[in-house]
């Protein structure tokens, strides 16, 4: 079974609970997220991985980082505002440009909080 595969099947399981996503290539991100917000939350590594799984989800949230390995978090914004037309979608990256923030919201982005992730930050 593929790791998708097992997401949704653990998914199916927990629709009737609440829970977020994360987009990251660092995996303490998801761990940080889900302590703070004590909500489960599926990390993803790839856009490609959480595309794949996307249509089946309906987090309350979604955290999108910009700098992924070899991708743009940004890029794959405006498809999950499709999807998800009403989860707050909140970017994070360590990028200090105010630009980073602009672009963010201008993708579709709800809210930008910088790394390091500040639990009071996540919780507001």
Aim: hydrophobic share 45%; charged share 25%.
């Amino acid at each position: 079974m593929s790791e998708q595969q097992q997401t949704l099947s653990r998914l199916k399981d927990l629709s009737h609970i609440p829970y977020t996503v994360t987009l990251d290539d660092d995996p303490v991100m998801a761990k940080i997220i889900e302590e703070t917000l004590s909500i489960k939350n599926f990390a993803f590594v790839t856009s490609e991985q959480l595309l794949e799984c996307a249509e089946h989800l309906a987090p309350i949230g979604a955290f999108i980082d910009i700098h992924l390995k070899d991708e743009c978090g940004l890029d794959i914004i405006p498809r999950l505002r499709s999807l998800w037309p009403m989860t707050a979608i909140i970017v994070i990256s360590g990028d200090e440009s105010d630009n980073s923030v602009t672009q963010a919201l201008a993708a579709g982005a709800d809210d930008f909080v910088r790394k390091p992730i500040s639990p009071a930050e996540v919780v507001d």
